[in-house]
Protein backbone atom coordinates (compact mmCIF):
# COMPACT_ATOMS: atom_id res chain seq x y z
CA UNK A 1 0.00 0.00 0.00
CA UNK A 2 1.09 3.51 -1.19
CA UNK A 3 -1.03 5.06 2.13
CA UNK A 4 -0.85 3.35 6.01
CA UNK A 5 -4.69 2.67 6.60
CA UNK A 6 -6.46 3.94 9.08
CA UNK A 7 -9.19 2.93 11.28
CA UNK A 8 -11.84 5.48 13.17
CA UNK A 9 -13.41 4.05 15.75
CA UNK A 10 -16.89 5.78 17.36
CA UNK A 11 -17.50 5.01 20.60
CA UNK A 12 -19.99 6.45 22.80
CA UNK A 13 -19.68 6.49 26.61
CA UNK A 14 -21.55 4.19 29.24
CA UNK A 15 -20.63 0.31 27.94
CA UNK A 16 -17.58 -0.67 30.16
CA UNK A 17 -17.04 -3.98 28.09
CA UNK A 18 -17.12 -1.74 24.86
CA UNK A 19 -14.26 -0.11 26.73
CA UNK A 20 -12.38 -3.03 26.35
CA UNK A 21 -12.73 -4.06 23.30
CA UNK A 22 -12.23 -0.78 21.50
CA UNK A 23 -8.72 -1.08 24.03
CA UNK A 24 -8.55 -4.37 21.77
CA UNK A 25 -8.79 -3.07 18.58
CA UNK A 26 -6.75 -0.04 18.91
CA UNK A 27 -3.87 -2.10 20.46
CA UNK A 28 -3.98 -4.37 17.28
CA UNK A 29 -3.90 -1.51 15.27
CA UNK A 30 -0.72 -0.14 16.99
CA UNK A 31 1.27 -4.07 17.17
CA UNK A 32 0.54 -4.18 12.89
CA UNK A 33 1.00 -1.01 12.29
CA UNK A 34 -2.85 0.03 11.00
CA UNK A 35 -3.37 3.86 11.87
CA UNK A 36 -6.27 4.08 14.12
CA UNK A 37 -8.65 7.11 15.82
CA UNK A 38 -11.57 6.68 18.30
CA UNK A 39 -13.62 9.25 18.88
CA UNK A 40 -15.07 9.13 22.09
CA UNK A 41 -18.50 10.92 22.16
CA UNK A 42 -20.32 11.62 25.25
CA UNK A 43 -23.56 9.47 26.94
CA UNK A 44 -25.80 12.33 26.08
CA UNK A 45 -24.74 13.09 22.56
CA UNK A 46 -27.78 13.47 20.08
CA UNK A 47 -28.29 11.46 17.10
CA UNK A 48 -27.85 14.53 14.70
CA UNK A 49 -24.28 14.70 16.31
CA UNK A 50 -23.47 11.01 16.13
CA UNK A 51 -24.49 11.35 12.29
CA UNK A 52 -22.63 14.47 11.56
CA UNK A 53 -19.33 12.67 12.90
CA UNK A 54 -19.91 9.60 10.57
CA UNK A 55 -20.56 12.22 7.49
CA UNK A 56 -17.28 13.79 8.44
CA UNK A 57 -15.68 10.58 8.73
CA UNK A 58 -17.23 9.68 5.07
CA UNK A 59 -15.74 12.49 3.98
CA UNK A 60 -12.14 11.84 4.71
CA UNK A 61 -10.06 10.83 2.09
CA UNK A 62 -7.35 9.46 5.00
CA UNK A 63 -10.13 6.71 6.58
CA UNK A 64 -10.12 3.52 5.50
CA UNK A 65 -13.03 2.32 7.86
CA UNK A 66 -15.70 2.84 9.76
CA UNK A 67 -16.34 0.96 13.08
CA UNK A 68 -19.63 2.35 15.19
CA UNK A 69 -19.01 0.15 18.36
CA UNK A 70 -22.39 -1.26 19.82
CA UNK A 71 -23.96 -1.01 22.27
CA UNK A 72 -25.17 2.43 21.71
CA UNK A 73 -27.36 3.73 24.89
CA UNK A 74 -30.89 3.46 24.56
CA UNK A 75 -32.03 6.60 23.25
CA UNK A 76 -30.25 6.39 19.66
CA UNK A 77 -30.69 4.16 16.42
CA UNK A 78 -28.50 2.02 15.87
CA UNK A 79 -29.82 0.86 12.83
CA UNK A 80 -30.40 4.28 11.75
CA UNK A 81 -26.60 4.69 12.75
CA UNK A 82 -25.51 2.17 11.07
CA UNK A 83 -26.77 2.90 7.80
CA UNK A 84 -24.97 6.19 8.00
CA UNK A 85 -21.28 4.62 7.41
CA UNK A 86 -20.40 4.55 3.71
CA UNK A 87 -21.21 1.38 2.88
CA UNK A 88 -17.25 1.16 0.84
CA UNK A 89 -16.13 1.86 4.70
CA UNK A 90 -18.53 -0.28 6.86
CA UNK A 91 -15.45 -2.58 8.07
CA UNK A 92 -18.04 -3.80 10.64
CA UNK A 93 -20.41 -5.21 7.74
CA UNK A 94 -23.52 -4.02 9.56
CA UNK A 95 -25.03 -1.59 7.02
CA UNK A 96 -27.69 -2.55 5.35
CA UNK A 97 -26.28 -2.53 1.85
CA UNK A 98 -23.80 -4.71 3.10
CA UNK A 99 -26.26 -7.26 5.18
CA UNK A 100 -28.12 -7.89 1.77
CA UNK A 101 -24.74 -8.30 -0.28
CA UNK A 102 -23.75 -10.77 2.16
CA UNK A 103 -27.01 -12.60 1.80
CA UNK A 104 -26.11 -12.58 -2.04
CA UNK A 105 -22.91 -13.89 -1.59
CA UNK A 106 -21.37 -10.54 -2.76
CA UNK A 107 -20.16 -9.08 0.35
CA UNK A 108 -17.96 -6.30 0.02
CA UNK A 109 -16.48 -7.41 3.38
CA UNK A 110 -17.54 -10.23 5.59
CA UNK A 111 -18.63 -9.60 8.87
CA UNK A 112 -15.75 -9.68 11.74
CA UNK A 113 -17.24 -12.42 14.14
CA UNK A 114 -18.62 -14.54 11.76
CA UNK A 115 -15.40 -14.00 9.53
CA UNK A 116 -13.26 -15.22 12.58
CA UNK A 117 -15.21 -18.09 12.88
CA UNK A 118 -14.78 -20.11 10.07
CA UNK A 119 -11.74 -19.19 9.58
CA UNK A 120 -10.71 -20.49 12.87
CA UNK A 121 -12.40 -23.63 12.09
CA UNK A 122 -10.45 -24.07 8.75
CA UNK A 123 -7.10 -23.05 10.02
CA UNK A 124 -7.42 -26.22 12.59
CA UNK A 125 -8.86 -28.52 9.46
CA UNK A 126 -12.23 -28.58 10.59
CA UNK A 127 -14.26 -29.46 7.26
CA UNK A 128 -17.39 -27.66 6.41
CA UNK A 129 -19.08 -29.47 4.29
CA UNK A 130 -22.14 -31.25 5.45
CA UNK A 131 -22.03 -30.35 8.38
CA UNK A 132 -25.37 -29.74 10.79
CA UNK A 133 -24.12 -26.51 12.51
CA UNK A 134 -26.13 -24.91 15.25
CA UNK A 135 -25.92 -21.24 16.28
CA UNK A 136 -27.19 -20.69 19.41
CA UNK A 137 -27.54 -16.79 18.58
CA UNK A 138 -29.73 -14.42 16.13
CA UNK A 139 -28.08 -11.15 16.36
CA UNK A 140 -27.41 -9.48 13.00
CA UNK A 141 -23.30 -9.43 14.48
CA UNK A 142 -23.30 -12.79 14.99
CA UNK A 143 -25.65 -15.54 14.30
CA UNK A 144 -27.53 -14.13 10.94
CA UNK A 145 -24.14 -13.57 9.24
CA UNK A 146 -22.47 -16.40 10.36
CA UNK A 147 -25.38 -18.81 8.94
CA UNK A 148 -24.83 -17.03 5.49
CA UNK A 149 -21.05 -18.28 5.97
CA UNK A 150 -21.64 -21.16 6.84
CA UNK A 151 -23.93 -21.81 3.88
CA UNK A 152 -21.17 -20.42 1.42
CA UNK A 153 -19.24 -23.15 2.76
CA UNK A 154 -22.07 -25.42 2.00
CA UNK A 155 -22.37 -26.40 5.83
CA UNK A 156 -26.06 -26.95 7.39
CA UNK A 157 -26.59 -24.41 9.54
CA UNK A 158 -29.55 -23.90 12.37
CA UNK A 159 -30.34 -20.52 14.42
CA UNK A 160 -31.36 -21.45 17.48
CA UNK A 161 -32.67 -18.68 19.89
CA UNK A 162 -34.88 -17.50 22.94
CA UNK A 163 -37.50 -19.29 21.79
CA UNK A 164 -36.23 -22.67 20.29
CA UNK A 165 -37.58 -25.88 21.73
CA UNK A 166 -35.63 -28.72 23.42
CA UNK A 167 -31.93 -26.80 22.80
CA UNK A 168 -30.06 -29.31 24.70
CA UNK A 169 -31.38 -32.31 22.20
CA UNK A 170 -30.01 -29.54 19.57
CA UNK A 171 -26.88 -29.33 20.99
CA UNK A 172 -26.14 -32.75 21.35
CA UNK A 173 -27.56 -33.53 17.96
CA UNK A 174 -25.15 -31.16 16.03
CA UNK A 175 -21.54 -31.14 14.36
CA UNK A 176 -20.08 -27.81 15.24
CA UNK A 177 -22.40 -25.48 17.74
CA UNK A 178 -22.04 -21.92 17.95
CA UNK A 179 -22.65 -20.79 21.48
CA UNK A 180 -22.95 -16.82 22.34
CA UNK A 181 -25.89 -16.71 24.85
CA UNK A 182 -24.05 -14.32 26.87
CA UNK A 183 -25.29 -16.60 29.95
CA UNK A 184 -22.30 -17.32 32.02
CA UNK A 185 -22.04 -21.20 32.57
CA UNK A 186 -25.01 -21.96 30.28
CA UNK A 187 -23.57 -25.57 29.40
CA UNK A 188 -21.15 -27.94 30.72
CA UNK A 189 -19.24 -31.96 29.46
CA UNK A 190 -22.46 -33.45 30.13
CA UNK A 191 -24.16 -31.08 27.50
CA UNK A 192 -22.07 -32.31 24.67
CA UNK A 193 -21.27 -35.54 22.82
CA UNK A 194 -18.19 -37.63 21.52
CA UNK A 195 -16.00 -35.26 18.84
CA UNK A 196 -18.12 -32.24 18.82
CA UNK A 197 -16.55 -28.70 17.97
CA UNK A 198 -17.89 -25.85 20.28
CA UNK A 199 -17.10 -22.37 19.54
CA UNK A 200 -17.69 -20.17 22.65
CA UNK A 201 -18.21 -16.59 21.15
CA UNK A 202 -19.57 -15.13 24.35
CA UNK A 203 -17.39 -12.86 26.67
CA UNK A 204 -19.64 -12.70 30.12
CA UNK A 205 -18.10 -12.28 33.78
CA UNK A 206 -18.28 -14.93 35.84
CA UNK A 207 -19.43 -14.69 39.77
CA UNK A 208 -15.35 -14.85 40.43
CA UNK A 209 -14.84 -11.37 38.64
CA UNK A 210 -13.30 -12.92 35.80
CA UNK A 211 -14.17 -13.48 31.78
CA UNK A 212 -15.91 -17.05 31.03
CA UNK A 213 -17.97 -17.90 28.08
CA UNK A 214 -20.88 -19.88 27.72
CA UNK A 215 -19.12 -23.11 28.15
CA UNK A 216 -18.43 -23.92 32.27
CA UNK A 217 -14.70 -23.03 32.12
CA UNK A 218 -13.62 -26.75 34.61
CA UNK A 219 -15.03 -29.01 31.96
CA UNK A 220 -12.46 -27.47 29.14
CA UNK A 221 -10.56 -30.93 30.24
CA UNK A 222 -13.00 -33.51 30.30
CA UNK A 223 -14.29 -32.10 26.69
CA UNK A 224 -10.86 -32.48 25.43
CA UNK A 225 -10.87 -36.01 27.05
CA UNK A 226 -14.28 -37.01 24.72
CA UNK A 227 -12.40 -35.62 21.93
CA UNK A 228 -14.55 -32.31 21.56
CA UNK A 229 -12.43 -29.11 20.17
CA UNK A 230 -13.37 -26.27 22.25
CA UNK A 231 -12.33 -22.28 21.56
CA UNK A 232 -11.15 -20.91 25.22
CA UNK A 233 -12.83 -17.53 26.76
CA UNK A 234 -10.37 -14.94 26.85
CA UNK A 235 -8.15 -15.07 24.30
CA UNK A 236 -10.64 -17.42 21.84
CA UNK A 237 -13.11 -15.89 19.30
CA UNK A 238 -12.18 -12.35 20.81
CA UNK A 239 -9.37 -12.69 19.24
CA UNK A 240 -9.67 -13.36 15.94
CA UNK A 241 -13.05 -11.11 16.24
CA UNK A 242 -10.25 -8.46 16.28
CA UNK A 243 -7.96 -9.90 13.67
CA UNK A 244 -10.52 -10.16 10.92
CA UNK A 245 -11.23 -6.77 11.27
CA UNK A 246 -8.01 -6.00 10.56
CA UNK A 247 -8.01 -7.72 7.64
CA UNK A 248 -11.50 -6.14 6.73
CA UNK A 249 -9.72 -2.50 7.11
CA UNK A 250 -6.20 -3.45 4.99
CA UNK A 251 -9.15 -5.26 2.60
CA UNK A 252 -11.12 -1.71 1.98
CA UNK A 253 -7.47 0.27 1.98
CA UNK A 254 -6.49 -1.63 -1.28
CA UNK A 255 -9.88 -1.63 -2.86
CA UNK A 256 -9.64 2.14 -2.14
CA UNK A 257 -5.95 2.21 -3.50
CA UNK A 258 -7.08 0.05 -6.98
CA UNK A 259 -10.07 2.81 -7.83
N1 LIG B 1 -19.84 -4.72 19.99
C1 LIG B 1 -19.46 -5.98 20.28
N2 LIG B 1 -18.91 -6.57 19.20
C2 LIG B 1 -18.94 -5.67 18.20
C3 LIG B 1 -18.51 -5.69 16.84
O1 LIG B 1 -17.99 -6.67 16.31
N3 LIG B 1 -18.73 -4.54 16.15
C4 LIG B 1 -19.31 -3.44 16.70
N4 LIG B 1 -19.47 -2.36 15.94
N5 LIG B 1 -19.71 -3.38 17.95
C5 LIG B 1 -19.53 -4.50 18.70
Known amino acids: LNKKPKLCIIRVEGDKASERYVRNKNKMCDEIGILNETILLPNDVTQEEVKDKIMELNNDVECSGILLQLPLPKHLDEKYLLDQICPYLDVDCLSSWNIGKLLKGEEYVQSCTPKGIVGLLKFYGVDLKGKDVL ?100 LGIGQTTVLSLMENVIEIAEKREEN
Open 135 to 234: IVNDSTIVGRPLALLMLKEKATPTIAHIETKNLKDKIKRADIIVLATGNANFVGADDFVKGQVIVDVSINVGTDGKLCGDVVKSDYNKLLKKGCLITPVP
